[in-house]
């Protein structure tokens, strides 16, 4: 990355954009896809094309949305991952705008149009992400610092037993009630410029779960762009279901995805055994994470 300030990835000659693709990733889903389109309608005054990749096996389900929602299904039920998943909605992307969200959340009026108006103001922003609430209506820590070996080993190995640690509290970041740049945004709900996305090639599909956001974000940064969120942006996920379902599989494709991001992004020679440790540090917290799943 250069010195000199990185062309707007939404620079435009005419008028602001106006067009949105909404990509949402759907593993079997419940009644969370039709809240998710039926709250989608009063996030925004414009139409969103909305594509859903279908990644499970309940295909009529989630026609049934698709239709009632004027909806695109694409995929053929084989659960590509979520990175992949989207990729695969994403394609051939033609509109100005393009929104990545889990199906489990529900968004607040106007929290869409919200997004994209701070996108407008700020030229240099590559993704833009809302602020995430819990069901109970507690803030979720969305835009996060991108973990460091050192940070990712405190956090590996006291998150569980010290929530408040140093190193957990650093990484989860400071939340501010103003729109603010951080290291990466909840892949739950991203907007991203459409050049922005195509530039970047979107999410990497060596993620088959996890740490694709990470690893976006990252790249976002390295391009020269802004990682945004958006206090007065506020969308609600309602997340858990496909853990709920699955404890013991998503632990370990969450630890594996976490250490191939460590390993990945800190590759030097000299970083070697802080790698060890934030691996063995994420090993033994997926050990006790599902010998706790399977004792619920």
């Known amino acids: 990355m ?45 139409t969103p094309n909305v594509v859903i990749a279908d990644n499970g096996t309940e295909h009529e389900y989630v026609n049934r949305a698709a239709e009632r929602f004027g909806a695109r299904v694409v995929g053929d039920g084989t659960n590509r991952g979520y990175g992949a998943g989207a990729n695969l909605a994403a394609r051939d992307l033609t509109e100005d705008w393009l929104v990545v969200a889990n199906p489990d959340i529900q968004w607040r009026p106007g929290s869409l149009d919200t997004l994209i108006e701070a996108g407008h103001a700020e030229p240099r922003a ?22 460091s070996l050192v940070g990712g080993a405190g956090h590996a190995i006291l998150g569980k037993v010290w ?21 990466w945004l909840s892949g739950a709900c991203l907007l991203l410029p459409a050049a922005a996305w195509k530039r970047l090639g979107g999410f990497d599909e060596d993620y088959f779960m996890f740490f694709e956001d990470v690893d976006l974000g990252a790249r976002v940064g390295r391009a020269g762009w ?5 206090p007065d942006a506020v969308v609600v996920h309602a997340q858990g279901a496909s853990w709920k379902s699955r404890p013991e599989r998503m632990i370990r494709a969450h630890h594996a995805s976490a250490r191939r991001y460590i390993n990945a992004s800190h590759p030097a020679v000299w970083q070697a055994p802080v790698r060890w440790a934030v691996s063995a540090g ?7 994470a599902v010998r706790a799943a399977r004792r619920g």
């Open 126 to 147: 590559g993704c833009l992400g809302p602020r995430l609430l819990n069901p109970d209506g507690s803030v979720y820590p969305s835009g996060r610092a991108l973990p």
């Open 226 to 230: 802004l990682n945004l969120q958006v």
């Open 2 to 46: 250069t010195d000199a300030t990185p062309t707007s990835p939404h620079a435009s000659a005419g008028p602001p954009p106006e067009t949105i693709r909404v990509v949402t990733v759907a593993y079997n889903p419940g009644e969370e896809l039709e809240r998710f389109l039926e709250t989608l309608c009063a996030a925004t005054r414009r």
């Open 163 to 183: 929530p408040g640690n140093p190193f957990s509290s650093a990484y989860h970041g400071t939340n501010e009630d103003a729109t603010h740049a951080v290291g």
């Open 282 to 288: 994420l090993k033994a917290r997926e050990e006790i």
